[in-house]
């Protein structure tokens, strides 16, 4: 499955370790689903998880990012006419929409209303029942 993960997901996964946001990571990890991302997504995870606040190992960030670059594929997002909240959500959208990927994120109302921004329990659910896939053809 293609899957852009947003940054939250991954903060929850580290500080949790076991509830859907670690299996949604863990499965990027191993490279059962197909991580998207671009530079400034990678950016973005190693600004964040290295924040003070959150006091993760720096062994811990560097193996889940290096999983992420490892396992998954770097491809260059194309600009979307959509509103946000916050911009620096829009990379992640972008990305998502140009390879049919879901976004797999803990804050669905940053984004535009559609079918492949996804809970990641929803993510899950899709894995777990097929026929519950949204289509996933790129945007034009």
Not at 20 to 44: K, L, M, S, W
Not at 53 to 63: C, E, P, Y
Not at 72 to 93: L, M, N
């Amino acid at each position: 499955m293609l899957v852009v993960i947003d940054t939250n997901v991954i903060v929850s996964a580290l500080l949790t370790k076991r509830d859907p946001t670690a299996e949604v990571v863990a499965r990027a990890e191993r490279g059962d689903d197909i991580a998207h991302y671009n530079y400034d997504i990678i950016q973005e995870y190693e600004l964040v998880l290295k924040r003070d606040k959150f006091k993760f190992d720096k062994d811990i960030i560097d193996a889940t990012v290096n999983a992420i670059l490892f396992q998954g594929k770097r491809v260059s997002g194309k600009p979307v006419d959509a509103q946000f909240s916050d911009e620096s959500d829009r990379k992640f959208y972008e990305v998502a929409k140009s390879v049919g990927a879901y976004l797999v994120t803990g804050n669905l109302r940053h984004f535009p209303d559609d079918p492949l921004v996804v809970s990641p329990r929803e993510f899950l659910d899709i894995i777990a029942n097929p026929s519950n896939r949204a289509p996933a053809a790129p945007s034009k």
